[in-house]
T-cell receptor
Framework: DAGVIQSPRHEVTEMGQEVTLRCKPI?????LFWYRQTMMRGLELLIY????????DSGMPEDRFSAKMPNASFSTLKIQPSEPRDSAVYFC?????????????FGNGTRLTVT | GENVEQHPSTLSVQEGDSAVIKCTYS??????FPWYKQELGKGPQLIID?????GEKKDQRIAVTLNKTAKHFSLHITETQPEDSAVYFC????????????FGQGTTLQVKP
């Protein structure tokens, strides 16, 4: 089991550029989550999918953020245009939502720096 | 919605001592409470979890207790070692949807050798 795989590990970009973060969940998991971590706000849930369908995107900060899950093994989080305040570590996590309360397995994150 | 409060924000102990981290939650319908450990440059890793039908759970040096009436749960680490130094997060599932996990603010634990 390779775990949740995120790419890239680090991304440095200039304000106004488009950024795409990628995630491959654990095989067999049917729920996928995108979290953002900052010193000020801690771990914030941005959006999560169940069986590839977005269930709750109330944490997505603005229309500049969008997420897709075209199939069970791949998801993207896109920021367009990026701003310096988007700088954070973005985590993807997956779980098997067999019942209420399933452990989330996190990737090692993408550290995004927007200058 | 669910809100999770975690204390303390930082904790420093001597190697061999015990460490306790406490969390409270607001949603009485929450019934699953995991704890995560995050090391530098890595994602949070599940270390122990507890469900609401259990009051205490132990795994070697780590234990978690749950008081549903008071809506609080705690992580206990005994015989701490330098490798226990990390950031620890508690979490609770929001009742609005079974998939949504809400995290506490985190506790930075430092174990001094």
């Amino acid at each position: 089991d390779a775990g949740v795989i995120q790419s890239p590990r680090h991304e440095v970009t200039e304000m106004g550029q488009e950024v795409t973060l990628r995630c491959k969940p654990i095989s067999g998991h049917n729920s996928l989550f995108w979290y953002r971590q900052t010193m000020m706000r801690g771990l914030e849930l941005l959006i999560y999918f169940n069986n590839n369908v977005p269930i709750d995107d109330s944490g997505m900060p603005e229309d500049r953020f969008s997420a897709k899950m075209p199939n069970a093994s791949f998801s993207t989080l896109k920021i367009q245009p990026s701003e310096p305040r988007d700088s954070a570590v973005y985590f993807c996590a997956s779980s098997f939502r067999g019942d209420r309360g399933s452990p989330l397995h996190f990737g090692n994150g993408t550290r995004l720096t927007v200058t | 919605g669910e809100n999770v409060e975690q204390h303390p924000s930082t904790l420093s102990v001597q190697e061999g001592d015990s460490a306790v981290i406490k969390c409270t939650y607001s949603d009485s319908a929450s019934n699953y409470f995991p704890w995560y450990k995050q090391e530098l440059g890595k994602g949070p890793q599940l270390i122990i979890d507890i469900r609401s039908n259990v009051g205490e759970k132990k795994d070697q040096r780590i234990a978690v207790t749950l008081n549903k009436t008071a809506k609080h749960f705690s992580l206990h680490i005994t015989e701490t070692q330098p490798e226990d130094s990390a950031v620890y997060f508690c979490a609770a599932f929001a009742s609005s949807n079974t998939g949504k996990l809400i995290f506490g603010q985190g506790t930075t634990l430092q174990v001094k050798p």
